[in-house]
């Protein structure tokens, strides 16, 4: 019988965790300009060592950032959202209007900024008529008309129970 070993295995999560860490990832965007200059990739702010990106720190200059920090700064350095007032340091991100450019908003105000561009277009799903959807698809069937995200999911459905897959 074999001796109980010390090192502990991992479980498959922590396996897969370790096997795909953004750390080591060739995806992961700025790091190379940091690595470069001798800075170490820990965030300024918050100390992470894992990001999809690196960025400058706009409150302490040549240090890095990652990429949630970043927009937490930026959100900041915007003020409030012109749709509900929520102060930008408390939100992670601020969206430059579509409609109005001088104008920010949160995540939530930019949604409904998007169906007010689209009700404003007047667009209608071909299939069912709605005016209001979160998602609007290109009709593959009509050219140039749209179909509202429920339809447009239904079809595919549809179209995968037909083909039988």
């Known amino acids: 019988a074999m001796a109980p070993s010390n090192e502990s295995i991992p479980s498959e999560g922590e396996a897969a965790r370790k096997a795909f860490s953004r750390s ?56 409030k959202c012109s749709g509900c007032g929520k102060d930008g340091e408390n939100i992670s991100a601020l969206n430059r209007s579509k409609l109005k450019k001088d104008k920010w908003y949160c995540m939530p105000c930019i949604k409904r900024e998007k169906l007010d561009i689209v009700a404003a277009a007047g667009t209608t799903c071909v299939t069912c008529g709605t005016d209001t959807t979160s998602n609007w698809h290109d009709c593959k069937d009509e050219s140039g008309n749209k179909m509202c995200k429920l339809c447009y999911d239904k079809n595919r459905l549809d179209v995968a129970a037909a083909a039988g897959t």
């Open 24 to 79: 080591e990832s060739p995806e992961v965007r700025n790091a190379e300009r940091w690595i470069d200059r001798g800075i170490a990739l820990v965030c300024s702010e918050c100390e992470t060592k894992e990001t999809s990106a690196w960025y400058g720190n706009r409150d302490d200059a040549g240090k890095p950032v990652c990429a949630v920090c970043y927009s937490r700064q930026l959100a900041a350095s915007h003020g």
